[in-house]
């Protein structure tokens, strides 16, 4: 199919009138954070300072412990996406290879969990973490994280079980592999691309919560993840728009880093449960 | 004989038996089991028993309060609870419409063929990667309400001859929560599309061309009935994000100003978390599950599975 050169241009100009309006927000935020505040607090609007203040960059890095607020996020997922992975890995391979009852019982509660509000599960949650003293500790996120991502998890990966084929496994029984075997040194390498998919699917998850740690972890401020963090920095009089937007920057970095090399497994995992 | 049965005895814990191979299924799935009944299934009970009970703060292994229907009775004679329930149903109809509107035109641009597709699907995409609260802060100073773009941007376009009030106005809080929460779910509807526009044969559209089909036939005959699976699904999921989202109504407007951005989802929370009334919080997050799954059911009926 040719295209005139007319409709080429109409096309690309299309193209990049669409992703300049997607876009927009996301170079007002760095304009923002450079402007200075006489800039910020002036109209028109200063579409792009005249002495962009680079080091706000380093200031708020100094004056914020971002860097704490980074790392608590960065157990959390990677502590929940640990504990659920251990158990969906195997609850996957189960359900893919072993017909059992109550697995047609497991689809429908997968099905129930994704649409369980975190309003609703954070309430017994609360009850539960203060009975057993863990209120304000950051292994109140692994668990409840865990809440989102098992059930997805399991599903996602039985998918990608299901395509492996099961002759694999049954050629090596016949060479004397056990079946735990079979699944540890056969499957699983196989897999990889789908583990890889649903862990990074499952750490976007969990760093993007936000109700989870303002519940449970408002009083202790050292274990503030970075999106808990970012809202104290919104003051109920004044807030520093240039401040909050350079935190702002290093907090969606890691996401935006992950999303912009890896989009192709990340991809993967959104669109597999829903192409049957 | 005794020999067999003794050569059996010892191989029971064989579990490459065909015999035993159900009960290496059950071992590897029980872990998972045992996790969900904890976390979820034990913790969803505690609620629904807490939504029956008159209780302000529960304190677990305390003795339970006597069955009583008032947290519901409360619920259902307050007009805050419908203004929630419409708040609610106004917020799902236009974000999921919005989203699949700019969705599936960004979807249909991305599917066709330039140079420097690859980046155009990246940036379109883009805003699905940032997360909620970075998207509120950025969308909370375009809204300010002294020097934000958006107010501005009104007065530039003839939209409105004085700054937007937009925390203090509740058409305006309502709509800023919107536009926010289209920009974070459209990139999703536009993801699935383009799989699924992408998964329709080539062949189909040639052949409709060479019977003489206009672009806009080949779009109403082709593209949209084998989009449809794929695009139901989205929908359920985008409208599921919607009812259940916390963080940008929470932190964006807090759910005023006059609970006109108070949805159930932040209902529940507040009732919960501020003022202290667990029991009408567990009422009020019952039943939004119960509405979830209702709305759900209804929306896909019996192609509900393949939304898992």
Request: overall charge positive; hydrophobic content about 55%; charged content about 10%.
């Amino acid at each position: 199919m040719r295209r005139t050169f007319a409709q080429s241009l109409a096309l690309y100009a299309t193209v990049i009138f669409t992703l300049l309006m997607i876009l927009f927000p996301v170079y007002w935020l760095v304009v923002t954070a450079l402007s200075t505040t006489n800039e910020l607090y002036r109209l028109p609007p200063t579409f792009w300072p005249a002495d962009p203040q680079w080091d706000i960059f380093a200031r708020v890095w100094a004056a914020k412990p971002i860097l704490m607020w980074l790392w608590n996020s960065m157990l959390a997922a990677v502590g929940s996406v640990a504990l659920s992975m251990l158990v969906s890995v195997s609850a996957g391979y189960a359900l893919s290879r072993y017909s059992m009852r109550g697995g047609a019982t497991m689809g429908l509660f997968v099905l129930t969990a994704k649409m369980l509000p975190a309003t609703l599960l954070v309430i017994p949650l609360f009850s539960i973490f203060s009975s057993f003293g863990l209120i304000g500790s950051l292994w109140t996120l692994v668990l409840a994280h865990s809440t989102m991502i098992i059930p997805f998890a399991t599903w996602m990966l039985k998918g990608y079980f299901d395509t492996i084929p099961k002759e694999l496994e049954q050629a090596a029984m016949v060479d004397g592999c056990s079946p735990i075997g079979a699944m540890v040194r056969v499957v699983l390498p196989i897999a990889t691309p789908g583990l890889a998919a649903t862990a990074l699917y499952a750490f976007v998850l969990s760093w993007a919560d936000y109700a989870y740690a303002r519940t449970f972890l408002v009083n202790s401020p050292d274990n503030w993840t970075a999106n808990l963090g970012i809202t104290t920095m919104q003051g109920e009089y004044v807030t520093y728009w240039n401040d909050i937007s350079a935190a702002s920057v290093f907090i969606a970095l890691p996401i935006i880093a992950i999303y912009l090399f890896l989009e192709r497994y990340l991809v993967g995992g959104l669109t597999a449960g829903a192409e049957k | 004989m005794t020999d067999t049965v003794r050569a059996g005895r010892g191989k029971f814990f064989d579990l490459a038996r065909p015999s035993r191979q159900h009960l290496l299924g059950y071992i590897l799935i029980a872990p998972a089991v045992l996790m969900v009944a904890a976390i979820i299934v034990w913790p969803l009970i505690l609620a629904i028993d807490l939504s029956f009970q008159q209780v302000k703060i529960p304190r677990l292994g305390g003795a339970s309060r006597p069955f009583s229907l008032n947290n519901y009775t409360w619920l259902f004679s307050s007009e805050e609870f419908w203004l929630a329930c419409w708040v609610t149903f106004k917020l799902v109809v236009v974000v999921t419409a919005g989203s699949v509107a700019v969705g599936l035109s960004t979807a249909l641009l991305a599917n066709n063929r330039f140079k420097g597709r690859t980046v155009a699907r990246l940036g379109i995409a883009l805003p699905w990667a940032v997360p909620e609260i970075i998207a509120v802060v950025i969308f909370a100073w375009m809204f300010d309400t002294s020097f934000g773009l958006f107010g501005w941007l009104a007065i530039q376009l003839g939209f409105s001859d004085q700054m937007i009030p937009w925390v203090s106005s509740s058409t305006a809080a309502f709509w800023a929560v919107a536009i926010t929460m289209v920009w974070k779910g459209f990139p999703f509807v536009s993801i699935m599309c383009l799989a699924g526009l992408q998964s329709i044969p080539s062949d189909y559209y040639a052949a409709a061309k060479v019977d003489g089909a206009s672009v806009f036939q080949r779009f109403r005959w082709i593209t949209m009935p084998l989009l449809m699976p794929v695009l139901g699904v989205t929908l359920v999921l985008t409208l599921l994000w919607v009812f259940r989202d916390f963080s940008i109504i929470k932190v964006l407007t807090g759910g005023g100003p006059l609970r006109s951005t108070q949805t159930l989802s932040i209902m529940t929370y507040d009732q919960a978390f501020q003022y202290h009334n667990f029991g009408r919080a567990a009422a009020v997050g019952v039943l939004t599950l119960v509405i979830c799954i209702i709305a759900s059911l209804l929306m896909l009926g019996r192609r509900s599975k393949s939304i898992y």
